[in-house]
């Protein structure tokens, strides 16, 4: 498809699952959406906050839609959690699933430099893990968020996500997190650097009021708000944040793009 006129926007970035998908359900219109604007001539990058898979199978089910975003389009907060744990040790509290993604990393059970927070599925957080967590950031640890989403939508409704969790810590022990996805200025601003576009040039789609379409505009980007996925008109309204953009679905980015 050519341009019908040059557009301002010269990368798109995606959230994925409540954008593209809602667990196992393609939203119609995510697999042209995406082509198309990749027919126009411009880079486009999966970000999620999903801690529930590794990067490879995010890419699996992707290419399973027939979605035309790769491995090396997505992002997640993973890579930038081994990038701060570098030479240090860490304890990780994510599912079996996500290790492949901190290969290389030095993991202990005592005295680590850096809790890494993550999904965990099952039972979650009980009492007494974040009776450990507590513990070990009293005795020095780094908390690292791999996001802190307050909610996240699966096919049966919205369910408690990890930013609860992160934010009791936080409480008890008077330290922050260091958050390492969406919202993270850092986090949009990497994403950016590594498709060669200014953050003012990017546009950011998502159905995340607060992570996705918050977190963009303080870093920077234009944002474009789906009402798919966690979408809730009043919980978006309480915000008080404002899209450049509101689309009804995915499928309604291609005619939007023009007008940003």
């Known amino acids: 498809m050519n341009r019908k006129k040059e557009t301002a926007i010269k990368a798109v970035l995606f959230d994925l699952d409540g954008v593209l998908y809602v667990g196992d359900h393609m939203i119609p219109g995510a697999i042209e959406s995406v082509q198309q604007v990749l027919d126009m001539g411009l880079p486009v990058a999966g970000l999620t906050n999903t801690t529930t898979q590794p990067k490879s199978a995010i890419a699996e089910k992707l290419a399973g839609f027939g979605i035309a975003i790769h491995k090396s389009d997505i992002y997640t907060p993973a890579a930038l959690a081994v990038?701060?744990?570098?030479?240090?040790?860490?304890?990780?509290?994510?599912?079996?699933?996500l290790l492949e993604d901190f290969q290389g990393i030095r993991t202990t059970d005592e005295n680590p430099d850096y809790i890494v927070m993550g999904d965990l599925g099952g039972e979650g957080y009980t009492p007494e893990l974040l009776h450990a967590i507590f513990n070990a950031v009293m005795e020095g640890a780094v908390v690292l968020a791999l996001h802190k989403n307050r909610f996240w939508q699966k096919p049966d409704g919205l369910h408690l996500d990890i930013g609860p969790f992160v934010a009791a810590i936080e409480y008890a022990t008077g330290t922050k997190a260091?958050?390492?996805?969406?919202?993270?200025?850092?986090?949009?601003?990497?994403?950016?650097?590594?498709?060669?576009?200014?953050?003012?040039?990017?546009?950011?789609?998502?159905?995340?009021i607060e992570s996705d379409i918050g977190g963009a505009k303080e870093a920077g980007l234009k944002t474009a708000l789906v009402q798919t996925g966690k979408y809730r008109e009043d919980f978006v309204r309480a915000t008080g944040i404002k899209a450049d953009l509101l689309l009804p679905s995915i499928a309604d980015l291609p005619d939007a793009l023009n007008l940003l």
């Open 178 to 208: 260091m958050v390492l996805g969406k919202p993270s200025e850092d986090f949009f601003h990497g994403v950016c650097a590594a498709l060669h576009v200014e953050p003012e040039s990017a546009l950011m789609i998502g159905d995340d």
């Open 83 to 97: 990038r701060a744990i570098a030479d240090g040790s860490a304890k990780l509290y994510v599912r079996d699933s």
